[in-house]
């Protein structure tokens, strides 16, 4: 009798069957991961002196928006991740 994952991971598996990279796709979505990462540091570095002087000087409204842009740009570096890794897997269905 199979568990109730093993019966999710099968309907899973039917409704999105799994893609076959190859070497060189999974080289480029590793570096695409990467690139997103480096991208929201260097974003967290860049915004977290100007968080560190708001919070010095009690400037709750300054902090508030610049803790607003540091989650819209993370998200925005996520999306265009998972864009450019779904084109790197949309290639092998071809």
Not at 14 to 42: F, G, M, T, W, Y
């Amino acid at each position: 009798m199979k568990s109730a994952y093993e019966l999710a991971m099968d309907r899973l598996a039917a409704a999105q069957p799994a893609v076959n990279l190859s070497d060189e796709q999974k080289h480029r979505i590793a570096d695409i991961e990467a690139k997103c990462k480096a991208d929201i540091a260097a974003k967290e570095l860049l915004l977290g002196g100007e968080m560190d002087k708001a919070r010095a000087t009690g400037d709750a409204e300054a902090m508030a928006q610049l803790q607003r842009q540091f989650a819209d740009e993370t998200r925005r570096f996520e999306e265009k991740r998972d864009r450019e890794k779904d084109a790197v897997r949309a290639e092998s269905q071809t």
